[in-house]
């Protein structure tokens, strides 16, 4: 993996809504179980809903939501109008391998 994604990775994790975010898309049956448009435990979550949980505007989420995806952290997939995220779980665990070995973190 490329320095640059690593930067991004970091970045996407150095902001409570982004790290609320991921938590949230954990379970999003459980979270937006309110979505019409598609089933968000297979589809996904659509942003707009992140945005109204958030209280942000759609742009703001759309921003959180780019990073997110830009560190691999998350799937943005479109359907007709909608964005719907859900989360890399490959992503997730590779990063955090990468930083059990980076910083030589041992279990304790």
Not at 6 to 28: F, G, I
Not at 33 to 62: I, K, N, R, W, Y
Not at 71 to 82: C, L, S, T, V, Y
């Amino acid at each position: 993996m490329d320095m640059t994604t690593r930067d991004d990775q970091v970045k996407a994790l150095a902001n409570e809504t982004r790290m609320e975010v991921l938590r949230l898309l954990t379970d999003p049956a459980q979270h937006f179980s309110h979505q019409e448009s598609a089933d968000p435990a297979d589809t996904g979550v659509c942003v707009q809903l992140l945005a109204e949980h958030f209280h942000v505007s759609q742009p703001t989420m759309s921003r959180h939501i780019e990073l997110l995806r830009r560190a691999g952290f998350i799937n943005a997939k479109r359907q007709q109008k909608w964005t719907y995220c859900s989360r890399n779980e490959r992503a997730l665990a590779n990063y955090f391998d990468w930083l059990r070995s980076s910083l030589s973190i041992v279990d304790a």
